[in-house]
């Protein structure tokens, strides 16, 4: 007597199932990665198979992105309200302790070259396309100057500085300035 073995293919069940409501087990978790590149079906622990999509038509982006400002914004803020109400009490005190006072002095000094450090650089960086190495250090390349944004700067340094203009309004009209730029391809 001849033993066969008959073996049967199966074909994979491919639905939608509930893979977005459920978290399914993959082992080796590397092969989800690898099924979003390559579109294949795979099949988690449980037994159920599917083919991983990242469609967003399911999803609600501007309600998901809200919700990711609201948490960016709570957790930069939340904590900085936290020390300054905390710590309010103590401040007073600690203008006259003399100690204190210079540490203070030195902890703002430091904060603000820390300010001013990235001030120059953002400005370097929106104001000129390239930079030139000079060793550690990295200068604006004067052939790259995007001239009408430079522009832009002094009049508003001007208008800050010199005529004492609102903050709010010189802020508004160089972002109405940079629109109009960009509509117009500059």
């Keep these: 007597m ?8 199966v074909a994979p069940v491919l639905d939608d199932g509930d893979h977005e409501r459920f978290a399914h087990i993959v082992v080796p978790a590397s092969a989800v990665a690898e099924a979003y590149v390559t579109g294949e ?9 599917w083919v991983p999509t990242r469609d967003p038509a399911g999803h609600n982006a501007g309600g998901l992105a809200l919700a990711g400002a609201a948490i960016a914004l709570w957790c930069t803020f ?8 905390a710590g309010a009490p103590y401040a007073e005190r600690l203008q006259h302790n003399p100690r204190a006072t210079g540490a203070l002095a030195a902890i703002t000094a430091a904060v603000l070259g820390v300010i001013a450090k990235l001030a120059l650089f953002f400005a370097t960086h929106a104001l000129f396309a390239r930079q030139i190495r000079l060793g550690p250090t990295e200068l604006p390349d004067p052939t790259s100057g995007i001239w009408w944004m430079i522009a832009l700067s002094l009049v508003a340094a001007i208008a800050l500085i ?19 730029a960009h509509a117009s391809g500059l």
């Design 2 to 9: 001849i033993d066969t073995m008959l073996e049967r293919e």
């Design 41 to 49: 079906a795979i099949t988690a622990l449980c037994g159920k198979t």
């Design 78 to 85: 939340a904590p900085s309200f936290v020390w300054i109400f």
């Design 162 to 180: 010199r005529f004492r203009a609102n903050l709010l309004l010189v802020l508004a009209a160089c972002a109405l300035a940079g629109l109009a």
